[in-house]
C-alpha cells in the first residue's frame, strides 16, 4: 500500500517525506545536500538537463562497449526544443580529435 501511495501514476515525480508534492526551495536544498554528502561540485539543477542532452547527443558508452546517441532532433524533441538547431549549438560537443583523424587522410 505503502510503495502505491509514493510510486502511482499520480504521485509526484520528487515527493516530500508524506509522499505529497515538494516545494522548488526545499527540493533544490535537498538536491544540494545530496551534491554535498556525494562529493560532487554544486551545479544548478539545469546543468542535469544539460547533462542529459549532451550525452544523449554524444552517446552513452553501453556495457558491452558499444556507443549509442540519439540524433540532434530526437534529443531537441526530448527536451521539448522547437528546431534541432538549438541542441546542436548547445549540446553537441565538436570531436576534434576524431575530425583530426578522418582529415589526416587528405593532403591539400
Same mark, same amino acid.
Given at each position: 500500500?505503502?510503495?502505491?501511495?509514493?510510486?502511482?501514476?499520480?504521485?509526484?515525480?520528487?515527493?516530500?517525506?508524506?509522499?505529497?508534492?515538494?516545494?522548488?526551495?526545499?527540493?533544490?536544498?535537498?538536491?544540494?545536500? /545530496?551534491?554535498?554528502?556525494?562529493?560532487?561540485?554544486?551545479?544548478?539543477?539545469?546543468?542535469?538537463?544539460? %547533462?542529459? *542532452?549532451? !550525452? =544523449?547527443?554524444?552517446?552513452?558508452?553501453?556495457?558491452?562497449?558499444?556507443?549509442?546517441?540519439?540524433?540532434?532532433?530526437?534529443?531537441?524533441?526530448?527536451?521539448?526544443?522547437?528546431?534541432?538547431? /538549438?541542441?546542436?549549438?548547445?549540446?553537441?560537443?565538436?570531436?576534434?580529435?576524431?575530425?583530426?583523424?578522418? %582529415?589526416? *587522410?587528405? !593532403? =591539400?
Amino acid at each position: 500500500m505503502r510503495r502505491e501511495r509514493f510510486f502511482g501514476p499520480n504521485s509526484p515525480l520528487v515527493s516530500d517525506e508524506k509522499g505529497g508534492y515538494t516545494r522548488p526551495v526545499n527540493f533544490r536544498k535537498r538536491y544540494y545536500r /545530496i551534491l554535498k554528502a556525494a562529493g560532487i561540485e554544486q551545479k544548478g539543477l539545469h546543468s542535469l538537463r544539460h %547533462t542529459f *542532452g549532451s !550525452s =544523449l547527443v554524444n552517446g552513452i558508452r553501453q556495457p558491452d562497449g558499444t556507443l549509442m546517441a540519439l540524433s540532434p532532433r530526437q534529443v531537441a524533441d526530448l527536451l521539448g526544443h522547437s528546431t534541432s538547431q /538549438i541542441t546542436e549549438m548547445y549540446y553537441v560537443k565538436k570531436d576534434t580529435t576524431r575530425l583530426q583523424g578522418i %582529415t589526416d *587522410g587528405f !593532403s =591539400l
